[in-house]
């Protein structure tokens, strides 16, 4: 099966830099990296996703990087803001959604 | 964008009894439903996956005759932990795939239970 590494842990920025969380994923044949955003105690919401024949997407501050080739995907952030604080989870889809243990972001004002 | 209602939010019990989650999409059939469990800061584990009409599918080492899932409708699925104890306490959340694409996930709001 699937299993996707998320670094950093633990992520603390200051306000107004940027926020690089990195994942890999073991299956190639996985095909869809989608990114969640979490606050405690609430659903995971999608800020982000990119499919495996698309190698970058942006969606305002944030974007997503995708080298198949080396089974990498990245998650930035730019011009962080104190909302952007929570905990971050990547995913890689095969047959199933892995995620990976979850980054937690602090943005400091 | 499609919903998913899941109740009860929390949940607080006596070890030994059972806790029933009800997870319903609003607004598309939900042939598929996941279901996961969440620890304290971690993640997100998928313990089993049910299927309307068919028998849920679980993953290696969850329980099945402990976590009992059934997918009664298009729209609703359940979740019942059955003779509960205080390890089973956890955020337990469900989501069903976008019915055009199978891709993007639509999760319940989640319930946290307490067993006592």
């Known amino acids: ?109 | 964008g499609a919903v998913v209602s899941q109740h009860p939010s929390w949940v607080i019990c006596k070890s030994g009894t059972s806790v029933k989650i009800e997870c319903r999409s609003l607004d598309f059939q939900a042939t598929t439903m996941f279901w996961y469990r969440q620890f304290p800061k971690q993640s997100l584990m998928l313990m089993a996956t049910s299927n309307e009409g068919s028998k849920a599918t679980y993953e290696q080492g969850v329980e099945k005759d402990k976590f009992l899932i059934n997918h009664a409708s298009l729209t609703l699925s359940t979740l019942t932990v059955t003779s509960a104890h205080p390890e089973d306490s956890s955020f337990y959340i469900c989501s069903a795939p976008d019915s055009a694409t199978n891709e993007k996930l639509f999760f319940g709001s989640g319930t946290q239970l307490s067993v006592l």
Do not use: M
């Open chain 1, 1 to 109: 099966g699937e299993n996707v590494e998320q670094h950093p842990s633990t992520l603390s920025v200051q306000e107004g830099d940027s926020a690089v969380i990195k994942c890999t994923y073991s299956d190639s044949a996985s095909n869809y990296f989608p990114w969640y955003k979490q606050e405690l105690g609430k659903r995971p919401q999608l800020i982000i996703d990119i499919r495996s024949n698309v190698g970058e997407k942006k969606d305002q501050r944030i974007a997503v990087t995708l080298n198949k080739t080396a089974k990498h995907f990245s998650l930035h952030i730019t011009e962080t803001q104190p909302e952007d604080s929570a905990v971050y989870f990547c995913a890689a889809r095969d047959y199933k959604l892995s995620f990976g243990a979850g980054t937690t972001v602090t943005v400091r004002a």
